[in-house]
């Protein structure tokens, strides 16, 4: 049994974490069809955007699966969280826009999960935390160094140490989402944005992502020259042409990623 439901929407694909019964906690298994799916959705040229979310309206992911946790071995704690690291960086990598829709608590590996979209917007009744310093452990799936890239250090340490659940407003105070939706629209409004993605040129979107995310850390004139390197990569492709074509027709402009 798959435990994802993936939606062909044309330019846009929805990705449903179909495990409801176990508040879509990640499982080996998960994580093994996560990077199947990012590998093929990589290849697919048509594809623009995905939207991840979780099944039901409790949980759109509650961490990782304890009770398949219970029963590891430690070498297989170890492998698991292991491909967690992986399966996260390779959303992260993706060349297509990724977009997280809370449609519930997202905690522990969901958030970090979360947190390695590029896009978030979640549900009024969403709770995000991370309760790992409550289990005697710490975040180990990315959080620590992608939180306070997002929202800063003191309050990623704030967040952190005290394991404390926020909900959808303070979560769009801190920066940890984007957009609240409005009650009983999150997947609408979600694939909205994903639509506003996914109207634009498939390298310019790739190369943007490159150079937000590489050149977050780097000295200035490091991330200027990252910035224009994939700036000018953009230049000599068929989409820029056919926009400069589109505007002077007046039309909306065709991309085929080339």
Not at 24 to 49: K, V
Not at 82 to 108: D, F, H, M, Q, Y
Not at 221 to 248: I, K, P
Request: glycine share 10%.
């Amino acid at each position: 049994m798959s435990a994802w439901i993936v939606e062909d929407l044309g330019e846009i694909e929805l990705w449903t974490i179909d495990l409801e019964p176990r508040r879509n906690a990640i499982s080996r298994a998960m994580l093994r069809e996560l990077a199947e799916l990012g590998a093929r959705a990589a290849g697919r040229r048509s594809l623009r955007a995905v939207v991840i979310t979780g099944a039901g309206d409790k949980a759109f992911c509650a961490g990782a699966d304890l009770k398949e946790r219970a029963a590891m071995s430690a070498e297989e704690v170890h492998a698991f969280h292991r491909e967690l690291r992986e399966g996260l960086r390779g959303l992260e990598e993706s060349p297509k826009v990724i977009v997280a829709a809370l449609n519930g608590a997202a905690l522990g590996g969901g958030l970090e999960l979360a947190l390695a979209c590029d896009l978030r917007l979640c549900a009024p009744h969403a709770e995000l935390g991370l309760p790992e310093v409550s289990l005697g452990i710490i975040p180990g799936g990315g959080a620590c160094a992608r939180l306070p890239r997002l929202i800063g250090l003191a309050r990623a340490k704030e967040l952190v140490l005290t394991a404390r659940r926020v909900g959808a407003a303070e979560a769009l105070a801190l920066g940890l989402v984007s957009r609240v939706a409005r009650p009983g629209r999150l997947r609408e409004e979600a694939l909205a944005l994903a639509a506003e993605v996914a109207r634009n040129a498939p390298v310019s979107l790739r190369q943007a992502k490159r150079a937000l995310d590489g050149g977050l850390h780097l000295p200035l004139e490091q991330a200027l020259d990252l910035e224009n390197r994939m700036y000018q990569d953009c230049l000599g492709t068929r989409d820029r042409v056919e926009a400069l074509q589109a505007f002077a027709e007046k039309r909306r402009p065709h991309f085929t990623g080339e």
